[in-house]
């Protein structure tokens, strides 16, 4: 079994995540919303902590037990580059709602600290294009993946580069094969990105349904504000109500319950999905079939360890109660499911197809 991955490589992409991305973010989450000087000297702690051990969730949070359960007892008090990169980067998102007072008692008690990037990306969303095929929403939904603030505040000025043409692995045919196989089923989508990752997302649920490809669409969303412009309940309405007449349409879905959206405390979790609860299990079981958004999500899914990226899809997934698809934009190092010459192609370009966002794939 391939080593599990942690961050203390100086100058390694989980390195730059814990020690660049996460100080510019908290300077990004200050500077946002005009929090008062508890906040403000809450979060500055959270900056001074980077270098230093992992600290405690705040007194009396009302999840401790959880965050017990998955591994804080394990890991508080450590350096945070010599945990698994996984545990350590989803803890500090949590530690960062913390910080803002999301959890506590006071005014800022549910104000998504993310919410005026969120909603700049969606006030600049074009109005959705009507009459798309069916595998062109597929692809407007994977190349959506790109838009991922926590991603773009690491890449800075540059911004992202130019996307490439063509998928280093294109299964789409496998996917749809999986969805017509039987009587029209369920289709769990495990969201990522708010915006304009969900948009398309949307719009891709609501062709399935219309065209009675799937009798039902399970939409998996966070609990709470996570990984910066991840999806939650909230951004799902606000998508909604963008998604013009195919919002109209999974509206009505929502009522009569062919359409659900669930926000699952797993879905938070700093742990592979091998180690999903009974619940998530029987949901994903039940699917036809599970689409996997984003990086995090494959992360996830592949259980984060330094494969060799020839290692089969189908081996290092085969835990999933069902038939599970990847649509991701890739932004980490891991990648499994690879054929040699298409590493060795990539390879002879440099590493950064693997962490930049301009490449994607498609596997089932
Ligand atoms: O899941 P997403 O939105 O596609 O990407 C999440 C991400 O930006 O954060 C992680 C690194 O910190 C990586 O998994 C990836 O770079």
Request: charged share 10%; no cysteine.
């Given at each position: 079994m391939a080593d599990v991955i942690v961050s203390n490589v100086p100058g390694s992409f989980p390195w730059g995540v814990l020690h660049e991305r996460h100080p510019a973010l908290i300077a990004r989450v200050r500077d946002a919303t005009p929090y008062g000087p508890g906040r403000r000297g809450a979060l500055d702690a959270l900056l001074g902590e980077i270098d230093g051990a992992i600290g405690p969730l705040a007194p009396g949070a009302a999840d401790r037990g959880v965050w017990e359960a998955w591994g804080s007892e394990k890991y508080v008090g450590r350096p945070w580059d010599e945990v698994p990169f996984l545990w350590a980067e989803s803890y500090f998102y949590r530690r960062l709602l913390d910080a803002v007072g999301y959890f506590g008692p006071g005014p800022w008690r549910g104000i998504d600290p993310f919410a005026p990037f969120k909603a700049a990306e969606l006030d600049g969303l074009a109005p959705p294009v009507a009459g798309l095929e069916e595998q062109a929403l597929l692809h407007a939904s994977l190349w959506g993946n790109r838009a991922d603030l926590g991603f773009r505040i690491s890449a800075g000025e540059a911004g992202l580069g130019e996307r490439v043409t063509g998928l280093v692995a294109d299964d789409s045919a496998g996917l749809w094969a999986v969805l017509d196989r039987g009587a029209p089923g369920r289709l769990c989508v495990v969201a990522d990105n708010a915006g304009p990752e969900l948009l398309p997302d949307l719009l891709l649920a609501d062709q399935l349904l219309a065209a009675h490809r799937v009798s039902e669409v399970l939409l998996h969303v966070k609990p709470y504000p996570y990984y910066v412009s991840d999806a939650t309940p909230a951004d799902v309405i606000a998508c909604l109500r963008r998604a013009g007449e195919a919002g109209k349409r999974l509206w009505q879905a929502m009522a009569d319950g062919r359409f659900i959206v669930r926000a699952h405390p797993f879905s938070c979790?700093?742990?592979?999905?091998?180690?999903?609860p009974d619940d998530l299990r029987a949901d994903f079981g039940s699917a036809t079939l599970t689409i996997m958004k984003g990086d995090l999500n494959y992360r996830r899914l592949v259980c984060d360890r330094h494969w060799a990226a020839t290692t089969p899809y189908a081996t290092v997934t085969g835990y999933f109660p069902g038939p599970v698809a990847a649509l991701r934009t890739l932004k980490s190092e891991v990648v499994v499911g690879l054929d040699e010459a298409t590493v060795a192609a990539l390879d002879a370009g440099g590493q950064s197809w693997r962490t930049a966002g301009t490449h994607a794939l498609i596997q089932v």
């Open positions: 979790a700093p742990l592979p999905y091998q180690d999903m």
